[in-house]
């Protein structure tokens, strides 16, 4: 009973900043299989606004390094299309594939194709889901959580990267895609 009470507490958490991002209609449904279906209209916005702000990023960017975070935007690129091939497995209960490494300093378009391939591999994961697995508990690296704490912790890191482009694409003088 005392993990259930955490966690309704942490999805309190993070539902208020996942649904208050963008001008988009909400990803709430009613019926069967709610989460699955927030998961999945939550990755078609934000596969499309994280995509939309790395493209509009300038190459020769992509090595900036905003404080206090002190990582590059071609990191950044790189920390989403990992984060979305690890959690979107699990959660997807499918394997991930085996990709070549890639470094932050490689070329834009290949960072942005690989984030891409990401988002494709996470809409192929989740094609099926449904919720009636959510309770079951995933061991992520060294993380314990079910799956549909997963799925708020991925929709909260979609997020949180967004903002991350946001203020680098600001630091940098360009208008963000929600400002346009």
Known sequence: M??????????????????????????VSRGNNR???????????????ITDAAAQMPAD??????PP????????TLHVADGNYLFCSFIGGVAAPQLPKLSESEPKQKL?????????FCSTAFANLDDSRMS???????AKMSRSMAVLTLAGS????YDLQQKYLQLNGYATPTAK
């Open 2 to 27: 005392k993990s259930l009470g955490l966690i309704l507490v942490l999805a309190g958490l993070w539902w208020p900043p996942v649904l208050a991002q963008g001008n988009h209609p909400p990803v």
């Open 35 to 49: 989460v699955s279906t927030f998961l999945r209209k939550t990755l078609a916005q934000r596969s499309k606004d």
């Open 61 to 66: 960017k992509y090595g900036f390094k905003a």
């Open 69 to 76: 975070d002190d990582i590059t935007f071609g990191y950044l």
């Open 112 to 120: 942005i194709d690989r984030m891409k391939a990401s988002f494709n």
């Open 136 to 142: 079951e508990v995933l061991t992520i690296g060294e």
């Open 158 to 161: 979609w997020a949180t990267h």
